[in-house]
């Protein structure tokens, strides 16, 4: 993290020697990106590349203090570090022609603007109003490189503590595969949950009520969506859900058609014995 404004410059300057040497590299092994050097770099027993990212936080500070050696640092490894595993992302809250130049917006396709004061400062961002008129708290406009056509999303809060979690996450994952232990020991790399207490939630609400459309499809012999959302009050999300629960269980059937009910399938045996006994304890209480 550099914060010192007189070390930026050189910062970009040495982000800019990496690139170029990276080119010599491939040129001198012959292969045309970094994807290319990673695959045969084993072979060859070299160390593969890592890939670096670039965050400048406030670009209007930078043009203020070097105009010209920022532009010409941030238009180069926007145009060629790309191959050489080396990304720039740029943000700036003064969204001007002096700070968002013409030559830097011509070499990032892929921009996104939060709701800004008036339109101009609309168009220097995405060429096109709009983003005046955005709510705030995330709302956003994104332009993507591939398309010309704006999109709308919602941008989520990410704490500190979350930041943390996923980075040590990824530290995790880094010193595992630096280990290079075997395959038999290692296993496949597997997602793990960043936030387990929300799927917690989910799996109880869902096991919550897995009881009672196990009653229900059984008490009506048909099952479907509409019916789990018309008897226990759910979503079209959750009661579609809830099919596939009793689907995995064994409870009903396969889904014949958007329009068919699904079939209710017999319990097992073992379950219809305990439901026997059950009745049988019932009744024998009932005599006492």
Same mark, same amino acid.
């Given at each position: ?177 630096? @280990?290079?232990? /075997?395959?038999? *020991?290692?296993?496949? #790399? ?6 387990? +207490?929300? &799927?917690? !939630? ?52 396969? @889904?014949?058609? /958007?329009?068919? *009910?699904?079939?209710? #399938? ?6 219809? +014995?305990? &439901?026997? !006994? ?11």
């Amino acid at each position: 993290v550099v914060v010192d404004i007189d070390r930026v410059v050189g910062t970009l300057k040495w982000v800019t020697r990496e690139m170029d040497r990276r080119y010599d590299v491939f040129a001198r092994v012959g292969v045309r990106n970094i994807e290319g050097y990673n695959a045969s770099a084993p072979g060859r027993g070299e160390l593969p590349f890592p890939y670096l990212v670039v965050f400048i936080d406030e670009l209007a500070d930078l043009m203020m203090v070097a105009p010209d050696d920022v532009e010409r640092s941030v238009c180069r490894i926007a145009q060629m570090a790309r191959a050489t595993g080396i990304h720039l992302v740029i943000a700036t809250q003064r969204p001007s022609v002096d700070v968002v130049t013409g030559l830097i917006k011509a070499n990032f396709p892929a921009r996104i603007s939060f709701a800004v004061s008036t339109q101009i400062d609309s168009r220097v961002i995405l060429d096109a109003p709009g983003a005046e008129q955005l709510l705030g708290r995330g709302d956003m406009l994104f332009m993507p490189p591939d398309a010309s056509k704006l999109a709308r999303l919602q941008g989520c809060w990410v704490s500190d503590p979350e930041i943390e979690r996923l980075v040590s996450y990824w530290k995790g994952q880094a010193l595992q595969q630096a @280990a290079a232990l /075997p395959p038999a *020991s290692a296993g496949p #790399l597997v997602q793990q949950p960043l936030w387990q +207490e929300v &799927e917690d !939630e989910e799996r109880d609400e869902g096991d919550a009520l897995l009881g009672e459309a196990i009653e229900l499809v059984r008490a009506q012999n048909r099952a479907s969506v509409s019916l789990l959302q018309r008897k226990l009050r759910v979503g079209y999300a959750r009661a579609a859900r809830l099919m596939d629960l009793l689907e995995e269980r064994g409870v009903v059937g396969p @889904a014949e058609g /958007p329009t068919h *009910s699904r079939e209710v #399938l017999p319990p097992p045996a073992d379950e219809h +014995e305990e &439901e026997v !006994e059950a009745e049988e304890f019932e009744y024998e209480e009932d005599e006492a």
